[in-house]
Nanobody, 114 residues
């Protein structure tokens, strides 16, 4: 059973940083690209960043570029999202998922507010 467990969210002031983590299970992690998505209140879920199976290639949305860094540790089956210079508009529930998968985890709430 494919599963994703996100953690690391919280309340942070504008300009602050957070590091999100995602524990993946139920599949051969090192064989798949992974992604982070987010969903703000009353908005569609949107892609934030992706990373190929060995971490050699990454993609960032325009809103994430230059501030967020996606990474992975295949030995630990973990995906990460380092978020710096956070803005109130980054407030959302953040989800990780395997590229091509359809089942989502619970996500982790990120709130950026003073």
């Amino acid at each position: 059973q494919v599963q994703f467990v996100e953690s690391g969210g919280g309340l942070v002031q504008p300009g602050g940083s957070l590091r999100l983590s995602c524990a993946a299970s139920g599949f051969t992690f090192s064989n798949y690209g992974m992604a982070w998505y987010r969903q703000a209140p009353e908005k569609e879920r949107e892609l934030v960043a992706t990373i190929t199976n060995r971490g050699g290639t990454t993609y960032y949305s325009d809103s994430a570029k230059g501030r967020f860094t996606i990474s992975r540790d295949n030995g630990k089956r973990m995906l990460y999202l380092q978020m710096n210079r956070l803005k109130p508009e980054d407030t959302a529930v953040y989800y990780c998922i395997r590229i091509g998968a359809t089942s989502w985890g619970q996500g982790t709430q990120v709130t950026v507010s003073s």
